[in-house]
């Protein structure tokens, strides 16, 4: 099942590797040099989501992910890189495989170190920069990279293009290798913008332009200011005013946190941390800090980062396809087996060819399970929607 896949980019020692390892729970190298992680690293994270279960009160049985007390996990991909540093678009430092990232992730958490201790390579400063610098320089490089990548080889690519009569958006993808976009929508963007629809019309200037346009409308970057524990609070106010969108974490603090409760030494219930009566004086104290921070009112668990991204940003919602439209099962009787993060708008015909293109294909009609209506193939679906798919194939 096609998850929603996030990436994480930044300058080198922003913090990448520490949140993925809390986000994922699964280990990562974390070292405090630059280029710590040498391979791109997949792991999984979860959204949460109220689970229809509790409406037929009837335990689900999730293929993937998990559901306890109502409240449903659904895993979500997210790919910890390398670090970027100024030039990567020209293939310095480990350029090319961060940039893999921005090609296969739905969205981007550009990491920042929001306490200003680290320069724009990663390296230990005396005086604290100003993280503005750092969230420049990587959305400009991702920019750069895109529109380098789009000028390489244009005359012939474009003329070829032409000649076998290819839709200009189409090209466009396949040239960026960037799959997953709706080319309708890209297409009113070329229109609007005023970009030529003939690929051999365009100028040095519009690769650049484009790559911009393409990253504002079509590849959502989320700011992730990392290592609050450490940042002062005027630096956090500044960046929030001009980026009243930003999100602020602490890998470090979640890490540790994450830790101290598989150890038994802690329980976390929401935002409240409870240190266990065997944690030591030092134990119960870092824990205390750690809640002063979690509590801050600006302050984002990995969950409630994950959750907002594929909310909010990428507009997703949930759906849980069914056979069963009574028991809200599949043919094994398994309850709500599946839940889809699709895009608002996902019509009923939609989620048919999500769930398998026969199913699509032979679609009769779809069920409404909750209200127990028949709806019709181009009904747009709501979030927890329960839909049982009629088709000729089943
Ligand atoms: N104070 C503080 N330090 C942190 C936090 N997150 C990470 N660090 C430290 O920052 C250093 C770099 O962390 P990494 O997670 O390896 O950074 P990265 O972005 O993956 O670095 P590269 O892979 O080199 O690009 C380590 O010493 C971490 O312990 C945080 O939230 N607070
Ligand atoms: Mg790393």
Known sequence: MAKVRLGLVGKPNAGKSTLFSAITARAAEIGNYPFTTIKPNIGLGFIEAKCPETEIGTKCNPREGSCSGGIRRIPVEIIDVPGLIEGASLGKGMGNEFLENVRESEALLLVFDASGKTGLDGTPVEDKIDPEAEIEMVKSEIARWMSSRLSRGWERFASREEATNQHPTTSLLRKLSISGINEQALLSALTSEGFPLR????????????????????????????????????????????????????GDFELALSRAAQAGLASVSGKTVS??????????????????????????????????????RLERIAVYPVQDESKWADG???????????????????????????????????????????????????????????????
């Open 199 to 250: 690929l051999s019309m365009w100028k040095e200037e519009d690769f650049f332009r484009f790559s911009e346009m393409f990253l504002a409308r079509f590849k959502p970057i989320v700011l992730v200011g990392n290592k609050v524990d450490a940042a002062d609070p005027d630096t956090i106010q500044r960046i929030r005013v001009k980026h009243p969108d930003a999100i602020f974490t602490s």
């Open 332 to 394: 094994q009787g398994n309850v709500l087996p599946d839940c889809y993060m699709v895009r608002k708008g996902t019509t009923a015909l939609d989620l048919a060819f999500r769930v398998h293109s026969e199913i699509g294909e032979g679609f009769i009609k779809a069920i409404d399970c909750r209200r127990r209506m028949v709806i019709s193939k181009d009904h747009e679906l709501n979030d927890s929607d329960v839909i049982s798919i009629i088709s000729r194939s089943r």
């Open 275 to 312: 240190p266990a009566e065997n944690a030591t004086g030092p134990q119960k104290k870092a824990l205390a800090r750690i809640q002063e921070v979690i509590s801050l009112p600006f302050y984002a668990s990995p969950e409630a980062i994950m959750t907002g991204v594929v909310r909010d």
